[in-house]
């Protein structure tokens, strides 16, 4: 029989209007009173922050904000936080945002107590210890990350994207506020909700998932195929947008005692390479990297089919696989995610060096099917072509 474990310590508050009780929660854990509160410029733009920031302060808490950073962030970037992280003596990291944010935020709580860049945690130069409290509150559907051990960062002299991975970067806590989504764009939502689905459908498919990942990412699939196309066409529909951060939270508890898959290191690589938004690159491969996969364990792949309700219950296994890659493809059409061909800067001549990145992901071995550099090349030419 097959040995797993599932670990997560993260404390979870879910419901509208949470982000208020964000200083009651923060004492409770004896979250000292200095704060590096890590967001991006759109966030702040939006007006997200100022309440939140206002409410920290008048309960006592000095917070000082870190928005220097990038859609894809960069280790320079989590270098000069971490600096300003000891600049102001803070004792937690607070990150409001999406992926960016919160994978900003977990690197700069490990570098800013510990020192040294985030290669030399990825590549065991220092050993992950020693890091500051980490408060997650998201403010799309999407990543996961507010629950995950995982921080994705590029670095930026190699266009390498590196995971931090340890239990340590779990956060404290996670405040999910479905306010704080009704005003993403609806090509945020399409891709960050795409995100969410790969998770949950590699996180089931993966290697090394396990029956809790698999429970968590059947309810996550069901949930975001259902909730993402509403959430889509009108971002103030409360049921939908409250379900969309549901689903990916599901999502990120699924893959995050698991892993992900060849659909991540393809869109990882996209993304060192190009900047290419993060559930953009995702939802290009996903079909293609699903029709490769298929081919390994058939049942499952048709269970899956029939969760997201693209195939049917009396579908043979040949039938719901063929359903499940036809209904994937119509479900990012219809969220307008657009084809590879079509993305900014890329080129069939970096096609190369996408494999090399892909192949290097540490997240590779863990795809359903065994997966090679040629393997990765004909995924690529497949989805470049549309086919």
Known sequence: MKSFNYYCPTKIEMGTGKTMELPEMLNSLGIGSSILLVSDPGVIRAGLIDPIQTRLESSGYRVSIFDSLAPNPRDTDCITGAAQFNDIKAEAVVAIGGGSAMDTGKAIA??????????????GRREYTNIAPIICVPTTAGTGSEVTRSSVI???????????????LRPA?????????????ASVTAATGVDALVHAIEGYTCKITNPISQALGASAMQTIVSALPIAYKDGQNEE?????LKGSLLAGLCF?????AAVHCLAEALGGLYDTPHGVANSVFLPYVLRFNSTENRPMHAKIARYMRFAKDSDSDDIAIEKLINGVTA???NLNIPKLKDLPGVQKKDFPRIVELAMQNGSTPSNVRTVTADDYLAILEQAYKGI
Do not use: I, Q, W
């Not at 490990?110 to 590549?123: F, I, K, Q, S």
């Not at 806590?173 to 005003?183: F, K, Q, W």
């Open 110 to 123: 490990l570098c800013g107590p510990n020192g040294g860049t985030p290669a030399d945690y990825v590549d």
């Open 154 to 168: 590029t670095e930026a002299a190699t266009h390498r994207k590196m995971t931090l991975k340890h239990a340590l």
């Open 173 to 185: 806590l996670a405040v999910l506020d479905p306010e704080l989504t009704y005003s993403v764009p």
């Open 240 to 244: 939908a947008r409250y379900a969309m």
């Open 256 to 260: 995050g005692s698991a892993d992900v």
């Open 331 to 333: 479900f990012t059409e």
